[in-house]
Structures are given as C-alpha cells and as structure tokens.
C-alpha cells in the first residue's frame, strides 16, 4: 500500500480513538456528575454528619468509608469543581437513595439540615439527661455536664441551683443537630418560658403556688406514682397538707435528701436526716424539685383533684396505684397491709 495511504488510514484510526476517548472520558464524567451514585446502602434514605470544625478531607473519607457511592472518585471531583471544600457546613444532611454525587454536593453546600426530633423525659440526674441528649446531638456528654453544673450558667437564665432542674420540661422538640451545650440550654429556657403560658400562670395563681412551687410539687408527685390516674388525687393530698399546715412527709424527699437510692424502706432513721430537702423534719415543699417532672405531673398539680383526703400509701397488691385515706386510723389500716404484703413477698 502507498505510503500516502497509510498515513491517512493511520490518521482515521487516531482520530478515531480521540473521538472514542473523548466520548468514553465524557460519559465518564456525565456518570460522576449526575448518574446515580447514592446506589450502595441498603437504606433507601441515609443521615450523613459533618462534623464542627472538619475540613474537607475527612468529609470525603467519611464518605468513602460509608460505602454508600458508587463513584466515591466522582464525588472528589464534583465537590472541587464546585468549590465545597471552601463551603463546608457542618450538620445532619438526609440523603436519598439514587442520588447523584452533583446533587448531594449542592444539599450539603446548601447547609440545608435535616432537623433532629431531639426526646428527653423525667430523670432524676441531670448527669444522665447530658447523656441522653449527646446521644441526639453534636454536644458531647462532657460539655452538657459541665454546663448544667455551672451555677454561672444557672444565674444567668434566672435560676439558683435549687431551682434548676426545673427549667427542663420533658417533651419532644426540633434540633439542628450541629447544637453545642450553651445554645441547647438557651433553646431550654425558650421552651420552658413558652410552656408557661397564660393558661398555666392563671392556674397558678388560683392555686397560690409560684412555678418552682408548682415544679417541686410535681416532682414529688412523680416519685410517688407512675400511674397518671392517681396522680391529681396525690397533688390533691398535698395540697391540702400545705393548706392545714401539716407536713408533707413524703419519702422521696428524704430519700433525695440522703442521696441514696437504694433504700427501699424509709425508717425512723432516715426520717431524722437534717436537710431542707428532708419534709418529714421541714414544713412546706422542699427548696426545688428532687427530679425532672413529666408534663403530665406538672399538669396534674396544676389540676389536682379537690377532696379531703390526708393520707396514702401504695395498694397491698402492688398494682402500682394508690389507697387514700381522710384518717390517720384509716391510713394505718392501708399501710398495714400494704406492709404485709411487702413482708409476706
């Protein structure tokens, strides 16, 4: 063959390549930028979490060590080709299944957060509320600790640390999961100001009690019943020993007040402990709540039952609900056997 003919035939051939690799080049990148590339997770939707503070680098390890993109390479590139190393945004982004590496690119750039259905309830210890809720949002446990010991932090929402577990209300509320210690607690005290409302501040004041009254009140109320039926009528003892003067004489209080909970009985020797906590020795409610109350104790106090009972103590059968009695002779009665039972399990 010509030597002339063979260079223009070697000259189609090369084009020829070009215009494949071109092609082969550009479905390659069609298939980084916008194919599906969110294709590996056995989830159809997954959370991913960028922390404070991280740079780009470990944003795209975390994604390779995921497993989730098929085009992980893909991923890098996209992401610098839209400048998101320079826009990092920390937060909890909700990616679909399907997703191409542009549009998760563009969520996470956006800072559009998938919000946090952040849960705590009752507890007694504020130590373990820090940890439920560092398990929820970015805060660790040692922060909130912190935090909530802080008696500065305390003051400067309004509240002495006898005071301060009752700015917690147990409820479920929306997070950006990105939330340190301080601003969860500034968050707290909104809600705590919303959940006193004017409906609650008027049954307050016919009531006569202040809201950390109200708070202390239920706090011992959810010591003594879980059951939500018996607990007005329990607020309702109360409020009639506070009326007449009389001493609560609770046994959570004392218990609190010797911080042990293991007792299982109240003795007379726990009775004499010396604490303003100890109501069985000081008349009145105790300085503070002795826990975190539910809003359906808070509530029940709010709207405790009017009767005139003086007494009670827990059901013989161990139901879990409670025996009222107007007379100390009838409360003798009901203890007695309540405490025969206890004897005879």
Not at 5 to 23: H, P, V, Y
Not at 103 to 128: C, H, M, P, Y
Not at 232 to 241: L, S, T
Request: aromatic letters at 14%.
């Amino acid at each position: 063959m010509p030597r002339k003919k063979l260079l223009i035939r070697g000259g189609l051939i090369g084009g020829a390549l070009i215009i494949l690799l071109l092609i082969t080049g550009g479905a390659i990148l069609y298939s980084w930028i916008y194919s599906p590339s969110l294709t590996k997770s056995d989830k159809d939707s997954v959370y991913f979490f960028v922390r404070t503070g991280s740079a780009y680098p470990q944003v795209y390890m975390d994604f390779k060590k995921s497993g989730w993109l098929k085009y992980d390479r893909g991923f890098d590139w996209v992401a610098k080709r839209k400048e998101y190393p320079a826009n990092i945004k920390p937060g909890r982004y909700l990616l679909l299944k399907g997703m191409s590496n542009s549009r998760i690119i563009d969520i996470l750039r956006s800072g559009r957060q998938a919000e946090v259905n952040l849960v705590f309830n009752t507890t007694r210890f504020l130590d373990k509320l820090a940890g439920v809720i560092s398990r929820q949002i970015e805060a660790d446990s040692a922060s909130l600790v912190q935090a909530f010991r802080d008696t500065a932090v305390m003051s400067s929402f309004g509240f002495t640390p006898d005071q301060w577990k009752a700015m917690f209300i147990p409820n479920t509320y929306r997070f950006l999961w990105n939330t340190d210690a301080h601003h969860f607690l500034e968050r707290i005290n909104q809600e705590f100001k919303a959940f006193w409302n004017p409906e609650r501040e008027s049954r307050l004041e016919e009531i006569g009690l202040d809201k950390f009254q109200l708070m202390s009140l239920a706090a011992i109320v959810q010591e003594e019943t879980y059951k939500t039926e018996d607990m007005p009528v329990v607020a309702g003892v109360y409020m009639n020993r506070i009326r007449k003067g009389i001493k609560l004489q609770a046994d959570p209080t004392v218990i609190y007040a010797i911080g042990d909970y293991t007792i299982r009985r109240v003795m007379h020797s726990h009775l004499i402990y010396d604490s303003p906590y100890n109501t069985y020795k000081y008349a009145g409610l105790p300085p503070g709540p002795i826990r975190i109350p539910s809003v359906q104790a808070i509530d029940a106090c709010l709207n405790y039952q009017k009767h005139d009972y003086l007494y009670f103590c827990a059901k013989e059968d161990f139901s879990g609900y409670s025996v009222f009695a107007r007379t100390y002779g009838d409360h003798l009665a009901n203890a007695r056997k309540y405490q025969k039972a206890l004897n005879q399990r």
